[in-house]
């Protein structure tokens, strides 16, 4: 946890300061994994127009490696195992088997609150397609998150998919 509970990061194309209330963030998890992240979203941020909207999710490609993403395509050689992540308690699919792969895209998204825009999350990865978000889809059969026992609840790990 950081000492100071809301701090600013930067301003949007459009003049809206962002700032990034660390108790009600959801992007601890993605620090762990790309610890310059904050940096990276304060490049970012000057080119988000934000409008009043209430929600903004963009996808910014740095024509660069400015990191790894965690989420691999899988094949039927994989060794998949479900857990929770941590700070998370949904489970999530992970291949044993994998690593992370180079990436050179961003994913941020704010929201606005009672005082200005607020970083919600942001991660070193593409934008995910709409099925990503369906139980069961292809996508989630044939995507998966690389297995680093530092980033999950290792008490959660099993091999069968739990109902939740």
């Not at 992007?27 to 992240?37: A, G, M, Q, R, V």
């Not at 941020?45 to 790894?68: H, K, S, Y």
């Not at 704010?110 to 292809?138: F, V």
């Not at 059969?141 to 099993?158: M, N």
Request: net charge negative; with cysteine; charged share 25%.
């Amino acid at each position: 946890m950081k000492e100071k509970q809301i701090e600013t990061i930067g301003t949007t194309a459009d003049g809206e300061p962002v700032c990034i209330d660390w108790l009600n963030t959801n992007i601890d998890y993605h620090l762990l994994e790309t610890p310059d992240l904050i940096s990276l979203v304060g490049e970012v941020l000057p080119t988000i127009n934000v409008a009043g909207r209430r929600q903004v999710v963009v996808e910014r490609d740095f024509g660069r490696i400015i990191g790894t993403t965690n989420l691999v395509e899988t094949t039927d050689d994989d060794e998949i195992v479900y857990a929770k992540r941590i700070g998370r308690d949904a489970y999530s699919r992970f291949a044993k088997n994998r690593a992370p792969i180079p990436c050179s895209s961003i994913v941020v998204v704010l929201r606005r609150g009672d005082s200005g825009y607020y970083l919600w999350t942001a991660m070193c990865a593409k934008l995910l397609p709409e099925e990503a978000w369906i139980d069961g889809s292809d996508f989630n059969k044939t995507h998966a998150i690389d297995f680093d026992e530092d980033l999950v609840q290792l008490d959660t790990v099993t091999v069968s998919r739990p109902s939740e």
